[in-house]
Nanobody, 126 residues
Framework: QVQLAESGGGLVQAGGSLRLSCAVS????????VAWFRRAPEKEREFVGG????????GYADSVKGRFTISRDNVQNMVYLQMNSLKPDDTAVYFC???????????????????WGQGTQVTVSP
């Protein structure tokens, strides 16, 4: 069983930065790749990016590439989403998710993910 919990959301002005955290409870955290998704009002859930089990590989949606960075700490069982140069279009509820042990986090289809956090709201004002 895997449990995920996001934190760090809030209100920020355009051009600002936020760092989201995802605390992962799992027997062997280092076996789990983790992805970030977001859901803007009246839109479908959108893949933001993912990180491999050892942090050696990351991938991002084109909309955030160059602005967002995903990292992980396998000692603290944490995954982070550093968001810079935020835009109003980044306003959404952000979720971390995992498909399970030994699966990658490169899939952009949210239905492939079995474990989800509750989400954290990020609001970017103009």
């Amino acid at each position: 069983q895997v449990q995920l919990a996001e934190s760090g959301g809030g209100l920020v002005q355009a051009g600002g930065s936020l760092r989201l955290s995802c605390a992962v409870s799992a027997r062997t955290f280092s076996n789990y790749a983790v992805a970030w998704f977001r859901r803007a009002p009246e839109k479908e859930r959108e893949f933001v990016g993912g990180i491999s089990w050892n942090g050696g590989s990351t991938g991002y949606a084109d909309s955030v590439k160059g602005r967002f960075t995903i990292s992980r700490d396998n000692v603290q069982n944490m995954v982070y989403l550093q968001m810079n140069s935020l835009k109003p279009d980044d306003t959404a509820v952000y979720f971390c998710a995992s498909r399970g042990a030994f699966y990658s986090a490169t899939s952009r289809d949210p239905t492939n993910y079995n474990y989800w956090g509750q989400g954290t709201q990020v609001t970017v004002s103009p």
